[in-house]
Structures are given as structure tokens and as C-alpha cells.
């Protein structure tokens, strides 16, 4: 071994350990930090070349990560579909709501039966007929209720797209910072 490829050899094992080093410092330094993944700098040798050099890998579990998302994402969209449907069972006669049409068919059904038993009544015939007015009053809230809670949904749903694109369009800058930052050979954080 020449002079020049010890002194090569030696200076890449001090560039390695320097990086190894650096890489444990950063490590201690964001110990309270919770958004920062911890790093570890394993060495690594070019078949090619032959030369020893440390890479810098974060540590993380990606099947963790994997099920965190995906159960994340489930959760609000059941929560999502649970509220829709709460707002929709309490329009279509859910907790005793005097206007829902299950009620005033419930009102109807028992106007018709009492009127039934005395068909020459014209009171109950009355009575009879304004239930069938409740049923349709109730019928034409309700659909003015439904289509105002679409209208609802569609607007939280575009917002959120907005939402949705505004952290892919600071992803994207993120991204770039980072891959220009390793392009340069330092660290992305």
C-alpha cells in the first residue's frame, strides 16, 4: 500500500466517522422533537469502486406507518358518514322531530282510522285532510332539508380538495427542498 492510498484510506475513515458522528449528534439534539424521525449511518462500500462511504437513512416502520394512514383515513370517513347520516335520520323523523314525515304520517294513519269509524264526521274528515296537508308540508321540508344538507357536504368536500391541494402544493416544495439537499450532499432537515 502507497503512502497516498493509506493517507486516502485515513482520510475516508475520519470523513466516515465524522459523518457518523454528525449523524448521532443530530440524533441527540431532536431527542424531544416529535417530528423528527431518528437517523442512522450505516457504512457502505461501492462495489465499483471499492470505497467505504456512510449513508444516512431515516429509521422508521413502514408497515406502521402504513396501517396509521389508512386506519386515520377510515376513522374520519366513518365519522364523516356517521354525522351525514345522523343529519339525516334526524330530518327523516329521528328524536320525535314534529316535522318529519314520519311523523305526520303517523298523525295521517290515525286520522284515517278515527275517521274510518265514523265516515259521516266532517270534523274528522277535516282532520283527516289536514294530516294529508301535514304529510306533504312535512315531505317538502324534508327535501329542502336533504338538499341543503347536500349542499352543505359539497361545499366541505370542496373545501377540503382545497385543503388537500394546498399541503400536496407545500409537499411538493418540501420535496424539492429535499432532493436538492441531498443533490448537494447535506442533510434534507
Partial sequence: MSLASALSTTKNILNNTAT??????????????????RRSAATVTNAYTGATTVQTA?????????????????DAGQQTLLAGLESVYTIMGGD??????????????????????????????SAA?????????????????????????????????????????????ANKAVVTAAAAGTDGN
Fill in 58 to 74: 431515516r429509521t422508521e416502520d413502514a408497515a406502521l406507518l402504513k396501517q396509521t394512514l389508512s386506519s386515520t383515513a377510515d
Fill in 96 to 125: 320525535g322531530y314534529s316535522l318529519a314525515p314520519s311523523t305526520a304520517l303517523s298523525e295521517l294513519r290515525d286520522a284515517l282510522q278515527t275517521y274510518a269509524a265514523t265516515p259521516g264526521d266532517v270534523t274528522l274528515a
Fill in 129 to 173: 285532510v289536514n294530516s294529508a296537508v301535514d304529510v306533504a308540508t312535512a315531505l317538502n321540508t324534508s327535501t329542502t332539508e336533504v338538499q341543503q344538507l347536500r349542499a352543505g357536504t359539497d361545499a366541505q368536500i370542496s373545501g377540503q380538495v382545497d385543503k388537500l391541494n394546498k399541503l400536496l402544493a407545500q409537499f411538493e416544495q
Fill in 20 to 37: 457518523q458522528t454528525g449523524v448521532l449528534s443530530t440524533n441527540v439534539q431532536n431527542v424531544g422533537n416529535s417530528d423528527y424521525n
